[in-house]
C-alpha cells in the first residue's frame, strides 16, 4: 500500500489554487449527449451488480454493488489531450447520502490508469486516481473528500474540469473549486462514474476543445519524449521487481538456515526494527524531494509564462537562454523523479520484508504456544503418573509389612507338632 501512495506522490501534485490555471478559450464542439437515444452509444444492463438504462429524462445508473463503483465509457473509444469537459446528473432523492457519481479522466486503454472527479450528496467532492483497479485519493486528508457546500447540491450537480499543458481546473455547478495537475497521463478517455451503492440520472455530458486539437486523435511529435520517459520508468521497475525476486529468495534462504526458534525469533525482531528505521529515513527523504520538486515546477512555470512574453519581442538571444534554462530546469525535474522512484522501490521492498517478518514472527508465536499447551498436557501426565507410582509404593510396603508378619508367625509356631514344610506353608497362608 505504501509502495502505490509513494508512487503516487511522485506522479500526481495537488496544489489548492485560488484563480484558474487554464485559460485556454474551447470554442469546438466534439460531444454534446443528452441520452435520448444510448443505442450504439452506451451499454445498458442490468445484472447483479449494474442497472445501465434509457429513461426519457435522461440515463438511469444504479450501482448495487456495496463495496465498489463503476466506469462507464461510450461505445465508439475516443481519447482526449487538451478539452473541456462537463457533466450534469442528478441524484436519486430516496437514496442514502453516500451516494456518488462524477466524471473519469485520462482512462487509460489497458486500464492502468485514470483521474476521477467525484461528489456525493453530502456536499463533498474528491479527486482520485485509479491505479490497478485501485482508488487513491490526490485530495484532502483521509478519504480524500472535502467540503463543497457552497458550489453542491444534493440534487442536481453539474461537474466541468477544464486542461490544458497537464494542468486541470476543477467546476462545480459554475464554480471553480480548485486546480491540480496530473503529470503521468498527456491523453486518454472520458467517461461517466457511479459510485457504489449509488442511483443517479445523467442528464448531458459534453466535450469541447480548441481550434489547435480538433480531430487530435495521434499523439504531438513532443510525446515521442514522453514514451522514451515511460520506456526507462519500465525498465527501471523491471530491476527493481528483479532485485526485490532476488530479495525474498535470499529472506527464504534465512528462514530455512535457522536452527534455533528464539534466535530466529529475535533476529526477525532485530531485522524488522530496522526495516522501520529504513522506512522513516526513506519517507524523509521522499518529503525532502518533493518540497525541492514542487519548488522546481514553480519556477518552470514562471520561466514558460516569461518565454511566451518575451517571445514577442525580436531580442533572439534573450529566447535562446530562457529556452536553455526551460530545459535545463526540466532535466533537473525529471532526475528529482528518478530519484523518487528509486526511494518508492526501497519502500515497498522495505515494507514487504517487514511483513514477511511479521507473518514468521506471529507463525513462530503460535508454535510456542503450541508446544506450551503440549508441556501442560505431558506435565499432567507426569503427575498421573507419580500417583500411580506412589499407590503401588504404598501397596509394595504393606505387602512387605504382611510378610515379615509371616515370618514371624512361622518362627513363633516351631514348638508346635511337626508337620511337612508344604503342609506348615499352607497353614500359614491360610491362618493370614
Given amino acids: 500500500m505504501k509502495h502505490f ?12 489554487a ?59 473509444k475516443q481519447e482526449y489531450s487538451v478539452f473541456e469537459t462537463s457533466v450534469n446528473f442528478t441524484f436519486n432523492s430516496k437514496g442514502g447520502k453516500n451516494q456518488s457519481a462524477g466524471l473519469v479522466l485520462q482512462a487509460q486503454d489497458d486500464g492502468t490508469g485514470a483521474v476521477l472527479i467525484e461528489i456525493n450528496k453530502k456536499k463533498q467532492y474528491r479527486i482520485m486516481r485509479a491505479f490497478n483497479n485501485r482508488l487513491v485519493p490526490i485530495s484532502g486528508e483521509g478519504d480524500g473528500w472535502m467540503k463543497g457546500k457552497k458550489a453542491i447540491t444534493s ?56 481550434d489547435d486539437h480538433v480531430g487530435d486523435d495521434s499523439p504531438k511529435p513532443g510525446s515521442i519524449d514522453e514514451e522514451k520517459t515511460l520506456s526507462q520508468v519500465i525498465v527501471k521497475l523491471k530491476e527493481t521487481i528483479n532485485k526485490k525476486d532476488k530479495r525474498i529468495l535470499e529472506l527464504e534462504n534465512e528462514v530455512r538456515g535457522m536452527n534455533g526458534r528464539s534466535i530466529a525469533d529475535s533476529n ?86 517487514k511483513a514477511d517478518l511479521q507473518n514468521l514472527l506471529n507463525q513462530r508465536n503460535a508454535e510456542n504456544d503450541e508446544l506450551r499447551n503440549e ?40 514348638g508346635r507338632k511337626k508337620q511337612p514344610k508344604q503342609q506348615q506353608g499352607d497353614a500359614i497362608l491360610f491362618d493370614e
Avoid at 484558474?20 to 466534439?30: A, P, S
Avoid at 514553480?298 to 520561466?303: G, V
Avoid at 501426565?381 to 509371616?406: F, G, N
Fill in 5 to 16: 501512495t509513494c508512487l503516487l506522490a511522485l506522479l500526481v501534485f495537488f496544489y489548492p
Fill in 18 to 76: 485560488h484563480t484558474q490555471q487554464v485559460t485556454k478559450e474551447f470554442n469546438r464542439l466534439l460531444v454534446d449527449e443528452d441520452f435520448t437515444n444510448l443505442n450504439n452509444k452506451w451499454d445498458q444492463q442490468s445484472n447483479s451488480d449494474n442497472s445501465f438504462i434509457g429513461l426519457t429524462q435522461g440515463f438511469q445508473t444504479w450501482r448495487k454493488n456495496e463495496k465498489s463503483g463503476f466506469f462507464i465509457f461510450p461505445q465508439k
Fill in 155 to 210: 440534487s442536481e450537480n453539474t461537474v466541468m474540469l477544464r486542461t490544458y499543458d497537464k494542468i486541470y481546473d476543477l467546476y462545480i455547478n459554475d464554480k471553480y473549486i480548485t486546480s491540480f495537475t496530473e503529470i503521468e497521463y498527456s491523453r486518454g478517455q472520458i467517461g461517466l462514474y457511479i459510485g457504489a451503492n449509488s442511483m443517479a440520472v445523467f442528464h448531458r455530458f459534453v466535450v469541447k476543445t480548441d
Fill in 268 to 353: 526477525i525482531l532485530r531485522q524488522k526494527a530496522d526495516l522501520e528505521n529504513r522506512l522513516i529515513a526513506c519517507n524523509r527523504e521522499l518529503e525532502t524531494l518533493k518540497s525541492e520538486n514542487y519548488i522546481l515546477n514553480s519556477k518552470l512555470k514562471e520561466l514558460e509564462e516569461f518565454k511566451r512574453l518575451i517571445t514577442q519581442n525580436e531580442n533572439g538571444d534573450i529566447i535562446i537562454n530562457l529556452s536553455n534554462l526551460t530545459a535545463e530546469q526540466k532535466k533537473q525535474i525529471e532526475g528529482l523523479q528518478s530519484q523518487v522512484k528509486q526511494l518508492n522501490s526501497i519502500l515497498e521492498q522495505t515494507k514487504q520484508e
Fill in 375 to 414: 508441556k501442560i498436557i505431558l506435565m499432567q501426565r507426569l503427575l498421573e503418573k507419580d500417583s500411580i507410582i506412589a499407590e503401588l509404593e504404598e501397596k509394595v510396603t504393606l505387602l512387605d509389612d504382611a510378610l515379615t508378619q509371616c515370618n514371624k508367625r512361622s518362627g513363633n509356631g516351631s
